[in-house]
């Protein structure tokens, strides 16, 4: 059994569909990120960094304690090293799977997120933050959109991957970060064959059922926009 502590972002969205995707018996443990339940000595335990998603391993392959993790990325290669799936098994394959997993924690997620932040949350207009980060998502989309250009079905080939778990749902929200799937033929056409997955279908419905009324009010602002050091004090 896998715990997953966990809220309906991008990052959350990953390990709900890879955990529906291998078939692993899991319990969702809801982290209301919007009220702060990610500062509650029990879910810092298992987070030090106070961010979903997280996931408590109860049956790890060695037998021992569970196992705790937290970060996405790491979380789906322990799990795709756990189940032997969903990451090619030979050095070349394994290799671009991670080199993909890590462009995404290292850039797509990053600066997607930032766009977000500066195009919904931002308590006053900022052009040029606007500007960069717009910008800097559209070359990432093209970045993946010129990979995807070989016709391959997925990241690493045919098979699909933590790569692409990884990446799908940082362009769920195209629309908002202002991105038109129009100018990306490749990576449109990668998408919709995700979306179009039955694992990807329940994942993102279970997510309906748990963040029933989306809230992001001033309260909410501050718990997420808020932080700085003495947060982690």
Known sequence: MIDLYYWTTP??????????????????????I??????????????????????????????????????????LLYLADKTGRFIPADLRGRNM?????FWQMGGLGPMAGQNHHFVQYAPEPLPYAIERYVKETARL??????????GRAYICGAGYSIADIACYPWVVPHERQRQNLDDFPHLANWFARIRARP???????????????????EAS??????????TVR
Do not use: C
């Open 141 to 150: 989309y093209g970045v993946l959109n010129k990979h995807l250009a070989d």
């Open 11 to 32: 990052n959350g969205h990953k390990i709900t569909m890879f955990l529906e995707e291998a078939g692993l018996p899991y319990r969702v443990v809801p982290v209301n």
């Open 34 to 75: 919007s009220r702060g339940e990610q500062f509650e000595p029990a879910f810092l335990k298992i987070s030090p960094n106070n961010r979903i998603p997280a996931i408590v391993d109860q049956a790890p392959d060695d037998g021992g304690e569970p196992v705790s993790t937290f970060e996405s990325g790491a979380i």
């Open 97 to 101: 799977a991670l080199q993909w997993l």
């Open 221 to 230: 602002k501050r718990v997420l926009f808020g932080q700085d050091a003495s």
């Open 199 to 217: 694992a990807t279908e329940r994942a993102y419905a279970l997510a309906k059922t748990i963040n029933t009324a989306p809230v992001v009010d």
